[in-house]
């Protein structure tokens, strides 16, 4: 079963809108990872944020965690028609495993 | 780099029917993982390797599910009988070494059982 949940389910912006996506979980982790999948395509690494840390950058993605509340954000800034996909957050526990939430879809409009 | 590679992109098959999927992992990628992916939902975890050793096969349904990693390199995974219920895509991923926390998918083997 899966443990991430994420919130929206689905989300749909204006191209140069944010989007922000949330996950949860419930037990501990190590690290916690996003990764995104284009519609049949394979899932892509995003970024990654250690347990230890609070917020991280790339590019126009920002990552936060508060493992207080066990809950992640990303948001994606300036976004674009490119960005269409769904985001998934994994939770990393133990060596090598991940566990997936259930994904958002988001839909940015040109 | 060549990423990882599945085949084949796309089976369909009757149900009660053998079926088998192939990966090959990023070339250096000791640590080799299917998942199997149900539509709207998040990939699970089937089984993953460390060289030629399943080290975690807890969710792998072993009674008509089984895999290899002959020479620590491709593996294949296996359905026997498949069930309506096994339709699914199903990933590979690869990663350097377990301890490398990125993993690398590849394109998914999406299957269908009629």
């Known amino acids: 079963s899966q443990q991430g949940e994420e919130d929206p389910q689905a989300l749909s912006i204006q191209e140069g809108e944010n989007a922000t996506m949330n996950c949860s979980y419930k037990?501990?982790?190590?690290?916690l990872q996003w990764y995104r999948q284009n519609s049949g395509r394979g899932l892509v690494h995003l970024i990654l944020?250690?347990?230890?840390?609070r917020e991280k950058h790339s590019g126009r993605l920002r990552v936060t965690l508060d493992t207080s509340k066990k809950s992640s954000s990303l948001l994606i800034t300036a976004s674009r028609a490119a960005d269409t996909a769904s985001y998934f957050c994994?939770?990393?526990?133990?060596?090598?495993?991940?566990?997936f939430g259930q994904g958002t879809i988001l839909t940015v409009h040109p | 780099e060549a990423g990882v590679v599945q085949s084949p992109r796309y089976k369909i098959i009757e149900k009660k029917q053998p079926v088998a999927f192939w990966c090959n992992p990023i070339?250096?990628?000791?640590?080799l993982y299917w998942y199997r992916q149900n539509l709207g939902q998040g990939p699970e975890l089937l089984i993953r390797?460390?060289?030629?050793?399943?080290?975690?096969d807890s969710q792998l349904p072993k009674d008509r599910f089984s895999a290899e990693r002959l020479k620590g390199v491709d593996s294949t995974l296996k359905i026997q009988p498949a069930e309506l219920g096994d339709s699914a895509v199903y990933l590979c991923?690869?990663?350097?070494?377990?301890?490398?926390?990125?993993?690398?998918f590849g394109p998914g083997t999406r299957l269908l059982v009629l």
């Open positions: 991923a690869s990663s350097q070494v377990v301890s490398q926390e990125t993993q690398y």
């Open positions: 037990t501990s982790i190590n690290n």
């Open positions: 944020i250690r347990s230890n840390e």
């Open positions: 994994a939770r990393s526990t133990s060596y090598g495993k991940l566990t």
């Open positions: 070339s250096g990628h000791n640590t």
């Open positions: 390797y460390e060289n030629e050793e399943a080290v975690d």
